[in-house]
């Protein structure tokens, strides 16, 4: 799933101040954004002001569950191994279960787990554990929908890589609250249809601490509010499977409608929120997003999205050194907009990707637009095999000679287009990123498309387009420290007046200040 960094120079190879991954982290304010009618993929208000600099801190002060069973729920003890899986078994649907304070363990067998049914219920006591002692693969596995899980901790499973631990099966509906899912193999969490996941701490997982994909492809209306993501990616798959693009805090992959709000994502070795391949109408808004290893925020082959009131500090410090150690002259970015824009025809509370409100200091770089000419619906170089435009329906579709001429020639791409960045502060002190190359660029460019032989998109047909003719625009925004910008290749770097100036004209409205900070 995903692609690496686009190169000019490849074009088929489609390719830190590290706070304590331990919680506890300290963060500046406590301000809160002020509510306005705009309403969520859940029907629910959504958020809208300044940018939120308060932090979730859920995993250093979880909430306590309930210390008495509620009447009529089952109790499990930690003493009897298995008990938790024998009493989901044997009980009904719609069952509440009440574990108590302790460590509880599954049977020792790699597939032991919980196959819970529709509506059940399960509530933590303050010090309830679930622990897969490094033998159970999953926790909570089962396709029946509406699972609730509250107030518990879920650690020590050993999932496969791109599998998960708690709702393993990716069923709708599930209810994930007051949670911790820490120390796990593969994703602390997956996701189903209208999955709710909020006020948890999804901490130091192996890979993901969620991995927002279901098989079919038919993730709607996700929720993921007030929790702190911190860790994960622990055993480093990147390393492991260079080129994987299948690490981070959380990966989103065919989300229809998601709404992420809230949450503290620090400290995760990769990208802090990656959403990957056909994605549309996010709302991302009110977050937290420091010091992760890679990008805080990748909108990567994929549509419409709101990116509003975040603040986003110190991301980026320790793959935009390792990439410019290496003499690699592409931008970086800590928000990083691949082949990803608006779309007018899918349905979506916005018909571009709006970029407004937020708080960029101190990152690695601030936002790329990239959209790589050799990537295309059946294209051998469009890493997400089998997939294509959601404006396309049969991949094969997208072939000479059809691909050639209208409507295909521009169906069968994931455009980078109708971009607005705006209203947005961008501050960047070298001294504090401690960068002695170009560490303070915003991009707009492409490749030079030669790929496949049959292509349609060779030469600089898409840098022109992406530059200039695909209604991607920053204004209205203000810059504090040495900032530059890249426009149509790596190697065309402008000052802030060239970069307002003819043919660019990007940035009208703007503030530029030489010193970060005022």
Known sequence: MGIKWGHWALPAALLALVLPAATGCTSTSDATAKPTGTHSASGTPATSGAPSTSVARVCAKPAPGPSKAPAGAVTVDPAVVGDL???TKSSPANTTFWLRPGKHRLEPDRYAQVMAKKGDVYLGAPGAVLDGRKINEYAFSGTAPDVTIRYLTVQGFVAPNNEGVVNHDMADGWVIEHATVQYNSGAGLMAGARQQVRASCLRNNGQYGMNAYKTGDSIRGLVVEGNEIVGNNTDDWERRNPGCGCTGGIKFWAVNGADIRGNWVHDNRGAGLWADNDNNDFLIEDNVLEANDGAALMYETSYNAIIRNN????????????????????????????????????????????????????????????????????????????YCTLLVKKTASCAQPAIATAP????CRWKTQRVDIHGNRFVLDASVVKCTTECGRMAVLSNYGTYPDWSPYKGKAVAEAITFKQHNRWHDNVYRGPWSFVAGDPGRILDSGQWQGTPYQQDAGSTFGPQAGG
């Open 85 to 87: 899986a024998a009493k």
């Open 311 to 386: 603040t986003i500090r110190r991301n980026n410090w320790v793959e935009g050194r390792k990439y410019a150690a290496r003499g690699d002259n592409f931008p970086y970015a800590t928000v990083y907009v691949s082949e990803s824009g608006g779309e007018p025809r899918l349905r979506a509370r916005t018909d571009k990707i709006d970029v407004y409100g937020n708080v960029l200091e101190n990152n690695w770089s601030g936002i790329t637009l990239w959209e790589n000419a050799d990537r295309f619906c059946n294209s051998p170089a469009n890493t997400s095999t089998g």
């Open 408 to 411: 295909l020639y521009a169906d």
